[in-house]
């Protein structure tokens, strides 16, 4: 199948958009939903940009038909939506179903379901956790969580996915406290300690993911037939020369990052390189844990990829760095090579345009962790300025149309050169939506959303019409 500059997949590769529930949904209090950790932290004063809540964000709740119509005249045949815990379990826990709750992810996904005999459902069961408690209580929590969503919407739902990004959850809800829960050495009003909290959240994760996937295996699998996995995020940690020493450095910091959670989901154990930085921080994985993790792995690997950062050794001269929080692995970072930017900067200013970066990541992971089939699961951009631009200039979003190109160029190169077994990509995002602690100022859709309008109008971006012309055949 051959189109726009040569962008070639495989007749049957899977190409999806992506939203996360707070980010689209609002109806925050409608229907007996309880509290997540994003409400409580958004309505903390100066946690996010102006203030800015997912109260109502693109009021999807309430849009729903309206927004299945708008999937359907993008061309999408695939669609990666997320659960809100607190919407299906108001207090995080069992005791108490939200029946109303379910109701908008019922309705939701027999349309999807409906809309097309091979539409598939992507489903993220773990983004909004009510409360990351620090021990093992959250494991118990976590798996009758996904129980019951495996026994609810199996029948609709083929694709599951544990958890999204599990690491930004660890690394900026606990070590910097720039996202919901907050916590952070120093942190108000919550305090914490960065040192040690993102390795017990993160080990709770990665146990919470292998119960997960022993429930799906045990009671559900032989008469559901789905699939089941997570979702890690990664730059590519390109090194800054090819001294030894800083492609050590790069291949180090790539361990850290993703070896970090993919290690153990697929062997059993942290990458040894941190064990050897963080000592006994890093907490143990029992002789029982691991066992599961070999037994329950991830069907597929989901990986959220957007840019590529510089990575070399400690150096004694003054080096241009960015924020760190790097100090458990001995590296610096740059965005920045003998002054020349390592690509274009985007909107966000951790977002840098290095499409060469994702055939690189691509490759490693394939490395790594051998041919499990890797699903692109987010990839995307926000424009320099969007936020500003008058709607019509908005949607004639050229920035992205290039990027969303460039990286499928990169990642066709991937699958059909180098033969990365990657069977599928999703844009984030369908549309612009609530984008954490930077609130509405950041536009990641291919759909503008009018913010100021009283309906919140959708209006697809010419990114949106190209994409959905591209997909046409897949
Ligand atoms: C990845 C996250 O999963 C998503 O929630 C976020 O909006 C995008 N990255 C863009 O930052």
Redesign the pocket.
């Known amino acids: 199948m051959d189109d726009d500059n040569g962008i070639v997949f495989p007749k049957n590769f899977i190409f999806g958009a992506?939203t996360?529930s707070y980010?689209i949904e609002g109806g925050y209090d409608q229907d007996g939903r309880g509290k997540s950790i994003w409400d409580v932290f958004s309505h903390t004063p100066n946690k996010t940009k102006n203030g800015e809540t997912g109260d109502v964000a693109d009021d999807h709740y309430n849009k729903l038909e309206e927004d299945i119509a708008l999937i359907k005249s993008l061309n999408l045949k695939h669609y990666r939506m997320s659960f809100s815990w607190s919407r299906i379990l108001p207090d995080g826990t069992i005791s108490n179903i939200n029946k109303k709750g379910l109701n908008i992810i019922t309705r939701k996904s027999t349309y999807c379901w409906l809309m097309a005999s091979n539409q598939q459902l992507r489903c993220t069961i773990g983004?909004c956790l009510k409360v990351l408690k620090i021990n093992l209580v959250v494991v118990k929590a976590y798996s009758d969580y996904a129980d019951l969503c495996f026994s609810i919407f199996g029948d609709r739902v083929k694709f599951w996915i544990t958890f999204?990004?599990p690491w930004?959850t660890a690394v900026l809800g606990y070590l910097t406290g720039g996202n919901a829960p907050g916590r952070c050495t120093g942190c108000t009003p919550n305090g914490g300690d960065s040192s040690r909290e993102p390795y017990i959240v993160a080990h709770n994760q990665l146990v919470s993911h292998a119960e997960a996937m022993n429930i799906y295996n045990t009671k559900y699998r032989n008469n559901q037939k789905g699939s089941i996995g997570i979702t890690f995020?990664s730059d590519w940690f390109q090194a800054i020369s090819d001294d030894p020493k800083d492609v050590e450095a790069a291949e180090r910091h790539q361990q850290f990052f993703l070896g970090w959670y993919a290690d153990p989901v697929f062997f059993g154990d942290y990458p040894q390189s941190m064990r050897d930085s963080c000592g006994d921080r890093l907490p143990q994985f029992t002789e029982q844990e691991k066992e599961l993790f070999k037994a329950t792995k991830s069907d597929f690997f989901g990986i959220?990829h957007?840019t590529s950062t510089y990575v070399g050794a400690p150096r004694k001269e003054k080096v241009k760095e960015n924020p760190t929080w790097y100090d458990d692995i001995n590296v610096f970072t740059s965005y920045e090579k003998d002054g020349k930017l390592i690509g274009d900067k985007a909107d966000?200013s951790w977002?840098y345009v290095v499409p060469w970066g994702c055939r690189k990541l691509m490759n490693w992971i394939s490395k790594r962790y051998g041919s499990v089939p890797i699903y692109i699961t987010?990839n995307?951009v926000?424009a320099p300025g969007e936020s500003d631009l008058s709607i019509s200039q908005a949607v004639d979003d050229d920035f992205r149309l290039n990027y969303l190109k460039d990286y499928l160029k990169e990642f066709s190169n991937a699958v059909m050169i180098d033969k990365v077994n990657i069977k599928g990509y999703y844009v984030?995002?369908l549309m612009d939506?609530f984008?954490?602690a930077d609130g509405y100022s950041?536009r990641?859709g291919i759909t503008y959303v009018d913010y100021k309008s009283p309906d919140l109008k959708r209006t697809i971006k010419k990114s949106g019409r190209w994409y959905a012309e591209f997909i046409k055949n897949y």
Do not use: C, H, T
Request: no cysteine; charged share 25%.
């Open positions: 992506a996360a980010q983004i999204n990004e930004v995020n959220n957007y966000s977002l987010e995307g926000d984030w995002s939506n984008e954490w950041k990641f």
